[in-house]
């Protein structure tokens, strides 16, 4: 791939380069690496200007094999698998491979520090006052599910699910419901019979729901603090006392302060995109995953399962049953909310910028007087 994108792009990926006429190059696609960084050291040879160029790799648990060089100045990645494979397939130098989080949106990090941890009476403060500036019930944990910019998959199943399990478990709780540019969603859910649902998802077989009991983890194991929590679910099932829960279910549509939604939240309920799991880990956000596209995303999956931070579970049955144990055992929630606090890295992109601007300027005063000024080509 490599060397066919070279043959068919390099001289017109050199052209619009020299056209820019950079000081420092910045890759943020698998795809636009190889060409460019020959392009680069062509035009440096001819200038006698040397261009530096990063890649910055923006997937968390795996990436493509064309993300990793040998030659480039830093590669930056964001967690140890990744590490690994630019060691197997890149063979980078491990004095070119940078160990930071994945650069995400500034408002993460400032949301992190206003909070802090989320498990001490100020993050918890901070949290409810969240809740109170978002309309939402502070006295109400509340569960945050979203399936991207769509609101597309099996959302409105497992909002049916969650609801059910809830209520059955006697369990207060919000559900907000990211419901992206799918307005149709958005009204249904304003509009539906909760009771109906309710209704028919008692219906529901035996037989069904002990197969939803069933853990299919495609060979992945999840952290025995997890695994410990669903077995005390289990385990108080049939209490005969149990009153039904009181349950909003809000749907939202296109949201900008996706931030603030995160600390307000208890538990996330998403799919394995790199970005949406790296944010709620760098809010200590405890994560059910729900599904994931192969290949590209099956490895944040195993990042966070690894990191024991969230679980993943495709059957919208056992997502709302195992999302209620966690409401009702607040010991699991703390324990994932440290969990991913320490997998979080809120302020990687300030960092990355910072070490690329510092290795930039360097080159720019040893290339002599005629870099003046920083231009950054971002590709």
């Not at 944990?141 to 478990?169: A, F, K, N, R, W």
């Not at 995303?297 to 024991?308: I, P, R, T």
Request: aromatic share 6%.
């Amino acid at each position: 791939m490599d060397w066919h994108s070279t043959a068919w792009c390099e001289r017109r990926i050199r052209r619009r380069i020299a056209a820019y006429d950079p000081d420092v190059i910045v890759s943020v696609h698998p795809a636009m690496n190889y060409a460019p960084m020959i392009s680069t050291r062509k035009l440096s040879g001819a200038s006698g200007k040397h261009i530096p160029f990063f890649t910055v790799v923006t997937d968390l648990g795996s990436g493509h094999c064309t993300w990793f060089q040998k030659s480039v100045d830093k590669l930056y990645v964001a967690s140890e698998r990744l590490y690994k494979l630019a060691k197997r397939r890149g063979r980078t130098p491990d004095e070119n491979i940078v160990m930071t989080g994945l650069p995400i949106r500034h408002d993460f990090a400032l949301e992190a520090q206003a909070m802090g941890d989320r498990r001490s009476n100020h993050g918890k403060a901070y949290q409810k006052d969240m809740k109170l500036k978002l309309g939402i019930n502070p006295d109400k944990p509340m569960i945050l599910l979203m399936g991207g910019g769509e609101g597309v998959g099996s959302l409105s199943s497992i909002v049916d699910e969650l609801y059910t399990s809830l209520v059955q478990h006697g369990v207060d709780a919000t559900v907000c419901v990211i419901c992206g540019r799918n307005a149709k969603l958005q009204a249904n859910l304003k509009d539906r019979d909760w009771q109906s649902v309710l209704t028919k998802e008692r219906k529901v077989s035996k037989r069904k729901r002990i197969l939803s009991k069933i853990p299919f983890l495609g060979g992945r194991r999840r952290s025995r603090e997890i695994q410990a929590s669903i077995d005390r679910g289990e385990a108080q099932e049939d209490d005969p006392h149990m009153r039904d829960g009181d349950v909003d279910v809000v749907g939202l549509g296109f949201i900008t302060n996706m931030a603030e939604y995160m600390v307000a939240a208890d538990v996330l309920v998403t799919k394995a995109g790199p970005g949406t799991i790296a944010e709620a880990a760098s809010l200590g956000l405890p994560i059910m995953l729900t599904s994931f596209l192969p290949g590209q995303e099956a490895g944040n999956v195993d990042f966070v399962l690894e990191k024991g931070f969230g679980d993943y579970c495709e059957n919208p049955i056992a997502i709302g049953r195992e999302v209620t144990y966690w409401l009702q055992d607040k010991e699991i929630l703390e324990v994932m909310s440290e969990k991913a606090q320490e997998a979080g890295h809120p302020d990687a992109a300030a960092e990355i910028v910072k070490d690329i601007g510092s290795i930039a300027h360097t080159w720019m005063a040893l290339n002599g007087p005629n870099s003046q000024s920083l231009s950054t080509l971002s590709i």
